[in-house]
């Protein structure tokens, strides 16, 4: 077990920046790929950001390439999003999740989740 806390979802106005993170225990964490999803209502969870265990290598969904900058401290072991250039349709619970092995950007691969944290843009 990987216990995930996600915190530092709110409200903000379109254009705006928010920070996520996500704190875990476990030695395990820096051998984990973590990744960020995100769920909006009625629709499925989708993928946002991964980072590989060490940290060197990211991947990130088109829709937030050049805007979200995900990144990891494996010494807290803690978890971050950094979200900038807010826009509305980035309204969704953002859940961060964890899976040993390789990289995968499919939600039902990963092992590990939070409870989420809920990000509001507004326009």
């Known amino acids: 077990q990987v216990p995930l806390v996600e915190s530092g979802g709110g409200l903000v106005q379109t254009g705006g920046s928010l920070s996520l993170s996500c704190a875990a225990s476990?030695?395990?964490?820096?051998?984990?790929?973590m990744g960020w999803f995100r769920q909006a209502p009625g629709k499925e969870r989708e993928f946002v950001a991964a980072i590989s265990g060490s940290g060197i290598t990211t991947r990130y969904a088109d829709s937030v390439k050049g805007r979200f900058t995900i990144s990891r401290n494996n010494a807290k072991p803690t978890l971050y999003l950094q979200m900038n250039s807010l826009k509305p349709e980035d309204t969704a619970v953002y859940y961060c999740a964890g899976r040993p092995g390789g990289w995968n950007t499919n939600p039902g691969m990963y092992n590990y989740w939070g409870q989420g944290t809920q990000v509001t843009v507004s326009s």
């Open positions: 476990g030695r395990a964490f820096s051998t984990y790929v």
